[in-house]
């Protein structure tokens, strides 16, 4: 075959990207809505991919719709606006502080899961084996293998299984890195589990930042969770989709570098300023979804606007906030928020990967739940081929 330019498509490929006929694509260009770039005698016409795309997107155009596209996935569980976020119809501002994690857990999943039970010896046994310095997102993704082990019923994708394994997976994975048992006595909750690898830290505080981080909607994690529903896998298999995502240095794991650009920017508030307005965004501002706040963050700054302690570290960061919005339009985000929490409480550096990751277990089995009664495989992506023909 010929070398083409790449970005062109068939007609065939014109139709299925579009979502109709191939005569409807011959009506097209008798029409002048596109027109061929060029025609090679074995394959027929080749359109450029652009126009194709413009076409697609043009007034009254919706064509049918194609399996995978994450546009289509429909969900009644969490809704971003540019300001807001809520859950299930509940915004974040009622429930933080109100609602406890568990309590915001079940809202989300629609079903109440039983207290964990965690791994025992043979969760001590692999966390002992991991070298010391093994990432705390790593050690997540043991617990859940070592919760997945423990599960007699690991197998059953039951709406109420997939709860109670998502449980079971944030009671580990604590456990993993606190060294509590993953089921607490009495009723304490996953905060309580949490307070021994984050000391000094209030519950209610670390409850509240559970639950403004339980659930994103459609977050790359998430998605990945969905699309192992979809193909058949178990829960666990499923929340290690969500893990496996999350380890990424523009998701959960953007944490660390903005803790660390915090550190350096609470010693010298107009230095970073000055750097960040010539040398551009610094790690957690500008956000994908948010447009006017990241309300999770908002609430966080509040509250530690009213907490005991040095309140310089709170005015620095209002200070920044304020004048890369007013400059740059860049919104500060929950990761900032968590970072002041890190510093001002000398908490482990990963701390707010583990309180992250943790909380997004609730959100993560919502959506494993939901995906459950749509139709298997449906994320099979299909690819518009623009190579060498």
Known sequence: MSDGPAGELTTAQVA???GVKVQTVYAYVSRGVLAPVRRDPRIGSLFDVREVQSVAGGPGRS???????????????????????AYRGSDVRRLAGAATFEEVRDLLVGLPAPAPDGGGEQ?????????????????????????????????????????????RCAGVMAASVSGMPSRPAGDAGLAASLSAYLPGVPLDLLDMVLVLLADHDLATSTTAVRVAVSAGSDAYSCLLAGLAAADSPVHVAASLAVVDWLRAALRD????????????RPPGFGHLVYTEQDPR?????????????????WAAVRHLEAELLERRDWVLTVDVALALLVLTHDLPRDAGVALFACARTAGWTAHAVEELAAPAMRFRLRGVYTGTR
């Open 16 to 18: 299925e990207h579009l």
């Open 63 to 85: 064509g049918r719709r194609r399996t995978g596209v994450a546009e289509d996935v429909r969900t009644a569980i969490t809704e971003i606006g540019p300001g807001s976020l």
């Open 123 to 167: 969760l001590d046994r692999v966390m002992s084996a991991l070298p010391p310095a093994t990432p705390v997102l790593d050690r997540f993704k043991h617990a859940v293998l070592v919760a997945a082990g423990t599960d007699p019923g690991r197998h059953d994708r039951s709406p109420a299984a997939f709860a109670s394994a998502g449980a």
């Open 269 to 280: 508030p107009q230095q970073a300023l000055d750097t960040a307005l010539v040398r551009g």
């Open 297 to 313: 963050a908002q609430l966080l700054l509040d509250r530690f606007e009213h907490g005991t302690g040095d309140p310089a570290p």
